[in-house]
């Protein structure tokens, strides 16, 4: 593999994530249980579970591998993608973990997870309707078609522009761009420049070319999210065709709009039957649009009813 020259790392800080840069001083509390207190205030983990399905799976997984990469438990040459290493040595896991290592272990790449679990967050809550009503499983799918659509668009971007082969940024910039489609006039900032979400995404790259930074990584993810944007907003409004429709399966197992866990079954059985291992999904959220069905006709409507 022909490595890349060492680019300057470009440091995105939000204007929701000053708070993290601000310096407090606190009080000393009179002693306590820690455990206690932490629960009592939410705490990280409580932060950790409230996150929407994929993003908690998402930001989980990536912070875990960047953490590995760089603490030395696996080498970073481990979970870069090198397409030679996969069709000849079967190391099938450089499909996954391109899009969970962040890169070194520094206040960028702290910043960058930040940014992913904020965007990814952000466009969960409420993504296209894609045929499960604007929730978890429309979400899947979406990242589904952006990690393959990556897969395929990157010999192709490397050859017109040097491109790492990490793609958690990538991804990231994917995420950002379609959610600043679905939510144009949302409002944003980047160091306390306001501006609306729908120029969000070439801010940043404008930022990243004046700063010195990598930049193709940003527009290969942007590219990959405006072709989904295409197929999935354009399409359908100009030449009345569904290209893209949320695959069955992912509705059965996650549902009509937000996932939520199933109860436990009383007893606790789990509520399984048979075979099958997997609950029903909760219906405690409700979707934040109606299903989109599969087009087709409508067989049977209108006419006149006999007999009458």
Not at 15 to 22: E, F, G, P, Y
Not at 133 to 153: E, K, N, P, R
Request: overall charge positive; hydrophobic content about 45%; some cysteine.
């Amino acid at each position: 593999i022909k490595l890349l020259p060492k680019a300057k790392a470009l440091l995105f800080v939000p204007s929701d994530a000053q708070s993290l840069l601000s310096l407090q001083t606190h009080s000393k509390m009179p002693p306590t249980n820690n455990a206690q207190q932490l629960d009592d205030t939410g705490g990280p983990q409580a932060w950790f579970k409230a996150l929407p399905l994929v993003t908690r799976y998402w930001f989980g997984a990536a912070l875990i591998t960047t953490c590995a990469g760089n603490f030395g438990f696996v080498s970073p040459m481990k979970l870069i993608y090198i397409w030679d290493n996969i069709w000849q040595n079967f190391e099938i896991w450089r499909f996954l973990t391109p899009f969970l290592f962040v890169g070194k272990f520094d206040f960028n790449t702290l910043m960058a997870l930040y940014m992913l679990q904020n965007f990814s967050q952000r466009y969960e809550t409420e993504p296209y309707n894609t045929g499960a009503g604007g929730g978890t499983a429309d979400y899947v799918f979406a990242m589904m078609f952006g990690t393959i659509m990556i897969f395929v668009s990157f010999p192709f971007i490397n050859m017109l522009i040097p491109t790492p082969p990490m793609f958690a940024r990538t991804l990231m910039f994917f995420v950002l761009y379609i959610w600043s489609k679905r939510h144009p006039t949302a409002p944003a900032s980047i160091w306390g420049i306001q501006m609306k979400a729908i120029h969000l995404p070439f801010a940043y790259v404008i930022l990243s070319v004046l700063m010195g930074g990598m930049y193709s990584d940003l527009l290969h993810g942007i590219a990959a999210g405006h072709l989904f944007y295409f197929l999935v907003d354009v399409v359908p409004i100009v030449y009345g065709k569904d290209l893209l429709h949320t695959p069955q399966f992912l509705v059965d197992q996650l549902g009509v709009g937000a996932y939520v866990a199933p109860a436990a079954a009383a007893g606790g059985g789990g509520g399984a039957v048979g075979n099958n291992t997997w609950q029903p999904p909760g219906r405690a959220n409700p979707p934040s649009e109606p299903a989109r069905p599969a087009r087709g006709h409508s067989w049977g409507s209108g006419g006149t009813r006999l007999g009458s």
